[in-house]
């Protein structure tokens, strides 16, 4: 066999390219911010933390090496991390693509509301969005970061189903 055809048919391998790349986004967010100087609305905060739990699953799926079922287990905190991230970035694409005269009030940041209100509220007043949310402040190829996260939310949730594909292989 092939190297291409090892590392595919390598769960392992497949765990370890997920959290490359989820670090990978999360650090490009940071540069972004820190660098760039964009500054993230409460919407890509709750983006972000999809990535990490995404990154969580795939680097327990990499220490643990599974080749029987608990690699469901691993699949499972990437499809929920996947689906969170793909649900908020969706979201977050509508509200930059709303008439300038529906776009929510800007409201207080992320870091304030779990200050004052905990998290659970916090998250439901990320995920209702604000103007904040609505500018467009980045792009590439003519998608903006919550375009571009949706698509590595899917990529990576249909990359980990191979994990799950090869499971006879090595079982």
Known sequence: MNFKSNFIQSPRAIFGLIFLVCISLLAFAYYAQYVMYLDPCPMCILQRFAFMIMAFGSLLGLLHGSRGRARWLYVLIIWLGGIWGMITAARHVWIQNLPPDQVPDCGAGFAYNVELFGWGEAI??????????????????????????????????????????????YE
């Open 124 to 169: 439901r007043a990320a995920f209702a969005g604000s103007g904040d949310c609505a500018l467009v402040s980045w792009q590439f190829l003519g998608l903006s970061m919550p375009w571009w996260t949706l698509i590595w939310y899917a990529v990576l949730m249909l990359l980990s189903l191979l994990v799950l594909r090869r499971m006879s292989n």
